[in-house]
């Protein structure tokens, strides 16, 4: 079976760092793009930042652009989001996600295959 399994997250205080992994097993990883979404409560689940298949492309969402990286380590089938300068809105439950083929990097969360558990990040001020 397919499993994406999250940790790294927990209680920051703003302006701090915090880094989250996701490892995969179940699947060829250097085959899927991987991404990161975050759902804070009655919120919509919103997308983070995706990588494609070979680690050369990246994209984010415009809020976390210059705080956020996304990287990728195919030889332990690990996907890492290194957040920096945290802010309280950065507080959400965050999911990784695991797109089948993914030669483009997609924000859809409908495109994605598979997901973790999910991870809590809180930000307090």
């Known amino acids: 079976q397919v499993q994406l399994v999250e940790s790294g997250g927990g209680l920051v205080q703003v302006g701090g760092s915090l880094r989250l992994s996701c490892a995969a097993s179940?699947?060829?990883?250097?085959?899927?793009?991987m991404g990161w979404f975050r759902q804070a409560p009655g919120k919509e689940r919103e997308f983070v930042a995706v990588?494609?298949?070979?680690?050369?492309?990246?994209y984010y969402t415009h809020s976390v652009k210059g705080r956020f990286t996304i990287t990728r380590d195919n030889d332990k089938s690990t996907v890492y989001l290194q957040m920096n300068s945290l802010k309280p809105e950065d507080t959400a439950v965050y999911y990784c996600?695991?797109?089948?083929?993914?030669?483009?990097?997609?924000?859809?969360?409908?495109?994605?295959?598979?997901w973790g558990q999910g991870t809590q990040v809180t930000v307090s001020s």
């Open positions: 179940g699947l060829t990883f250097s085959a899927y793009a």
């Open positions: 996600a695991a797109r089948r083929f993914g030669m483009r990097v997609s924000t859809a969360a409908n495109d994605y295959n598979y």
């Open positions: 990588i494609n298949m070979s680690g050369r492309e990246t």
